[in-house]
């Protein structure tokens, strides 16, 4: 295998740009609305797209948003034998906001699905069984001894952070970047890591980590600087797009930045790719695009009569298996 991401995985309901947020007993209109899913299948699904085989090690359950996500990778070619699955919810719901240029959410994540110790400890037998030659995955304080594990093993690692982690978990961010290959933050993230004032600052700050620094910085394209001292500032591959939706954009740009790496291409030229991924991505809904059409959950999704039964779903998944097998 090329590549595993590691992590939860989200159903995510992302409403386009609304004009302000609503306050107690407000209700605000939005023109524009898609069913998506996202975290670890999300830089899979762009690695796969770029030709790579790509697998997602999660946790799966008896919930709408693991059969969602169960769908898309069966329609991405993403590989779920990695994954794991348990007789409970477990992959997260996330409301995904659009104003102001930017996003907020609102998120639900069960304690099945959560990234805790206990599912991190079972990641070093995935990489010892299925040996891919890159991972991806966020930062955590759960993850620097299977990081640890990765490097033993020959496995190269691609680390981002997760939003706001930054803020509340610096020096476990700071650990497992010093034992990645690549850290890919975006450059707001790198200033507060570093608690430097200009990114030339947080970029010498950072070289002591002694990783490969991937900067993202959104329409200006990225910077990549090594522990040596070299920074390539590459904006080639940012298309002129109209932004929709900024969820995923990190996790896309990071997929097809290893499948540029894995097919022999250079690190500025992999940026390139990544560039242009990422582009892709802002010009959608959803941190894989809007799903439709993808067999019963979206059937459900799609029918009048299923509002009530989706609700349901949700909140009890042994309740829907009930009602799908009495349909």
Known sequence: MDLISFGSVFLELVFGHVPE????????????????????????????????RA?????????????????????????????????????????VLNFDGDRGFVTHVPPAGRAGQAAVDRWPAVLRQFRPAWCYLHASPQVP?????????????MLDTSLGDE?????????CAALADIF??????????????????AVAAARQWGVQ???????????????????????????????RDLTGAGDNFAGALIAALLGGAALADAVVAANAAGSRAVSRLGAVGEISGAGMSMGLLASPAGVGQVAAALAAPRQRQAMEQGR
């Open 21 to 52: 947020l609503p306050g107690p007993g407000e209700e605000v209109f939005t023109d524009e609305f898609a069913l998506s899913c996202g975290g670890a299948v999300t830089s899979a699904t762009a690695a796969a797209a770029a030709g790579l």
């Open 145 to 157: 001894g299977f990081l640890r594990a990765a490097r033993r093993l020959g496995c190269k690692i």
């Open 184 to 201: 890919v933050p975006n450059s707001d993230e790198l200033l507060r890591l570093t608690g430097c004032a200009t990114i030339e600052s």
């Open 55 to 95: 697998g997602v090690c999660t946790v799966l359950g008896e919930d709408l948003g693991s059969q969602v996500v169960t769908e898309h990778c069966a329609a991405a070619g993403l590989d779920l034998a990695p994954s794991v699955t348990v007789g409970t919810q477990a992959a997260g719901i996330t409301v």
């Open 167 to 175: 803020r509340d978990e610096r020096d476990a961010i700071i650990e």
């Open 213 to 243: 620094l991937v900067i993202k910085r959104g329409a200006a394209g990225a910077l990549a600087a090594s522990p040596d001292g070299g920074i390539i500032e590459v904006s080639d591959g940012v298309a002129d797009v109209r932004v």
